[in-house]
């Protein structure tokens, strides 16, 4: 299983920036494709973005196309996720994940970190 750990969370207010960091334990996620999802009080979990493990295919939730970029760096086993003009239902915890077939539900999770964005 591969640790994940999120950074970068925290306050923002409408209309501002924050960039998200994912780093992984081990090289193993080079060959996985590596994404983002959130989940906001009382709603289901929403997959946001996800970049394959080459870095040439991305996919963006219709909510986030425009405003949210996601991007990784192979070296230091990490993956971003660049968030402007936040919204306040971009409020959520965002999750990162790593999945060698880009699954539906990835098999490895990190532990999340809380984005709150205030109107």
């Known amino acids: 299983q591969v640790q994940l750990v999120e950074s970068g969370g925290g306050l923002v207010q409408a209309g501002g920036s924050l960039k998200l960091s994912c780093a992984a334990s081990?090289?193993?996620?080079?060959?996985?494709?590596m994404g983002w999802f959130r989940q906001a009080p009382g709603k289901e979990r929403e997959r946001v973005a996800v970049?394959?493990?080459?870095?040439?295919?991305?996919y963006y939730a219709d909510s986030v196309k425009g405003r949210f970029n996601i991007s990784r760096d192979k070296a230091k086993n990490t993956v971003y996720l660049q968030m402007n003009n936040l919204k306040p239902e971009d409020t959520a915890v965002y999750y990162c994940?790593?999945?060698?077939?880009?699954?539906?539900?990835?098999?490895?999770w990190g532990r999340g970190t809380q984005v709150t964005v205030s109107s």
């Open positions: 081990d090289r193993t996620v080079s060959d996985y494709a």
């Open positions: 970049i394959s493990w080459s870095g040439g295919n991305t």
């Open positions: 994940t790593a999945d060698p077939h880009e699954a539906a539900y990835p098999s490895n």
